[in-house]
């Protein structure tokens, strides 16, 4: 029988979904810092477990591979255009240096996420090199400090954005994290939703 529609369509990608619809309302409709850094948050722990959730379904061939390049097109949008949206609203400060970083770090983004897309995927036990998952850590980490303490001042923005490109393409081996680390991350990932919501 014939398709009406193209896609798959299946339960297994919903996390995936609502971590794209996140980024897109913090692109688009979020007016303040703490509540980008906020959704930033939620949508990177929607890309820590959509892998499991979906683990947890029976599919075929076609959802696993499409879940697959499902994931890796959201996290363009979650983790590439977003935190370059954040950048540019609220850290940057040299005009065309910061787009010219802009673009360097979307490029990162980019480059990792078609290079593991050409090649296969990911190794099952190691990240090579930083996943850019890590960006809804270290952006929002940094951004707390911004809010309380005025980082900026010391340490630009730009470096952040500067090492998160480097490191998203350079060639190392990064242990992928166990259960309780997930569990861990998500506990602090509650402290700083917290810490973000007294300053809204």
């Given amino acids: 029988m014939k398709k009406i529609f193209l896609g798959v369509y299946h339960p297994s990608v919903l996390l995936t979904y609502l971590g794209l619809s996140i980024s897109l309302y913090g692109v688009f409709f979020s007016k ?22 979906a683990n947890a379904f029976q599919r075929n061939d ?21 935190p370059v949206q954040i950048y540019l609203q609220y850290f940057a400060k040299f005009g065309v240096v910061s787009f010219l970083l802009s673009v360097l770090y979307l490029l990162s983004v980019v480059t990792r996420l078609a290079y593991f ?9 190691y990240f090579t090199g930083l996943a850019v998952t890590y960006a809804s ?25 500067a090492l998160l490109a480097f490191f998203f393409v350079f060639n190392f081996r990064m242990k992928k994290p166990s259960l309780k680390i997930r569990i861990g991350l998500l ?10 919501v007294r300053k809204l």
């Fill in 137 to 161: 850590f270290f952006i929002p980490l940094y951004g707390l400090f911004s809010v309380y303490f005025s980082i900026e001042k010391i340490l630009p923005g730009e470096l952040l954005y």
């Fill in 187 to 196: 506990l602090l990932a509650v402290l700083f939703v917290i810490l973000l």
């Fill in 32 to 53: 303040s810092l703490a509540f980008s850094l906020i959704l930033l948050i939620l949508a990177g722990l929607c890309d820590t477990f959509d892998g499991m959730v």
């Fill in 62 to 82: 076609l959802e696993k591979a499409f879940g697959v390049q499902i994931d890796s097109l959201s996290d363009l949008i979650s983790f590439g255009v977003f």
């Fill in 117 to 125: 897309n050409a090649s296969g995927g990911e190794k099952k036990d």
